[in-house]
């Protein structure tokens, strides 16, 4: 970073509110992500029993919640940009708690895919202002740390889902799905509270200045936001791609895991969950881990390198067909779970002005939503076709090889852009 432009480091107080905020991001991207949609992952076998879906419909239904998240992703990135993030939060983790708890009430496909469709619109308006908060509370030089550790809450929703849900199908019987589904609810509720009482949109409404800033760099009032410069930037596209690869490779894996263990894998729904558990834990530190390695080799080496070990880890999963297998697959996805996501989101302000930060993450968003829109469908289609998930995780694997080679074709860019 250029010196003359960095100035004079700030004074920091003994605690700086930032802290607070990265915490509280955490526990947004765990409600958004961690539990609205791979809660899905741990209750799907028993909601499929208990709805009498095929394989197809069940990926119909985390269509639907990905097709809510991808509408949603851009105007909540537009929303951002203009209301407070903390307004914007407050009312999408409301309409987040009520879309579990009612999908907890399905009667049969089409009341449980409205469900889980309004589920995904809340999700996208929690998750793009959550993210974009770290803009606004860090300096530009500790942006990637602030975000790799939100990134974590989607880590800490696979830790919970996958030891709790399992406790509560067991205790509840075939009714246990909607008493999992309530108990999420619940769970984000309690997240709105905290919200409410310690959320901030900016520093300045603590008395803080944001945290690494330095004397020189205080930012200009912004003018008007061209989105423009968004829709036609070659680069977001390509970001955009690049990301839509990693959406259809993993969601695949995150959809199926339980019922292709369960079902193929003669593993029991405990040992599965315990399995996704052990993925969970190990990915907390994913996006931090993957998004310091792209600040010191580069973001297109990072991402190929990330991607590389994804096609390993889903070919494991479909060839193996052993717990030891299972176990590798399990501890490949944990550790590089959340890198991409956190390397997308530095990765925006290489190619477009910080002002437009939130929109290029929506836009990028949406292309990543294509990706996980259509890929459980074809994995639910092919596994009702062939009768197997194997060939599923085989072409995620290879989704994943082209992802990676597609990341090293990306353009160089300047480190002080």
């Known amino acids: 970073m250029d010196s003359r432009r960095e100035g004079r480091l700030l004074p920091q107080p003994p605690f700086h509110y930032a802290w607070a905020i990265v915490t509280l991001g955490h526990l947004n991207v765990l409600c958004a992500l961690g539990f609205a949609r791979f809660g899905y992952t741990m209750i799907l076998p028993a909601m499929k029993e208990g709805l009498q879906l095929t394989y197809a419909e069940t990926g119909w239904l985390a269509t639907g919640n990905f097709i809510g998240y991808l509408v949603c992703s851009l105007i909540a990135g537009l929303l951002a940009s203009r209301w407070p993030p903390r307004h914007l939060i407050l009312i999408a983790l409301l309409c987040l708690s009520a879309g579990l708890g009612i999908t907890s009430l399905a009667s049969g496909f089409l009341s449980a895919l409205a469900a889980r469709t309004f589920t995904g619109l809340a999700s996208g308006a929690v998750y793009i202002p959550a993210m974009t908060l770290p803009t606004l509370w860090f300096a530009p030089h500790r942006r990637g740390l602030a975000a790799g550790i939100q990134t974590g ?79 036609v930037n070659r680069g977001l596209w390509r970001l955009g791609a690049i990301f839509a690869c990693f959406g259809f490779s993993y969601v695949i894996y995150a959809t199926f895991f339980a019922a292709y263990l369960v079902k193929e894998g003669g593993v029991s729904s405990a040992a599965a969950g315990q399995l ?67 390397i997308m989101a530095a990765a925006v302000g290489d190619y477009c002005p910080i002002s437009l930060a939130s929109a290029a993450l929506g836009f990028i968003t949406i292309i990543f939503g294509v990706g996980q829109a259509i890929g459980p469908p074809i994995a639910g289609g092919l596994a009702d076709w062939t009768q197997s998930f194997s060939g599923a995780f085989l072409l995620a694997s290879g989704v994943a090889v082209i992802g990676g080679l597609a990341a090293l074709t990306l353009p160089r860019v300047g480190r002080n852009r």
């Open 153 to 231: 809450g989607s880590g800490l929703g696979l830790l919970l889902s996958g030891l709790l849900i399992p406790l509560i199908l067991r205790h509840y019987g075939p009714e246990g799905w909607r008493y999992a589904w309530l108990l999420l609810a619940l769970l984000v509720a309690l997240v709105w509270l905290l919200m409410l009482g310690f959320l901030r949109s900016r520093p300045e409404e603590v008395g803080q200045q944001p945290y690494g800033a330095r004397a020189a760099a205080a930012p200009l009032p912004p003018g008007p936001p061209r989105w423009r410069h968004v829709f």
């Open 276 to 342: 996704w558990g052990l993925a969970g834990s190990l990915s907390l530190g994913s996006g931090l881990l993957w998004g310091d390695l792209a600040d010191r080799i580069g973001k297109r080496f990072a991402l190929a390198i990330v991607f590389g070990l994804h096609a390993a880890c889903f070919a494991t999963f479909a060839i193996g067909r052993s717990m030891p297998a299972f176990l590798v697959s399990a501890i490949l996805f944990g550790l590089t779970a959340w890198g991409i996501p956190a």
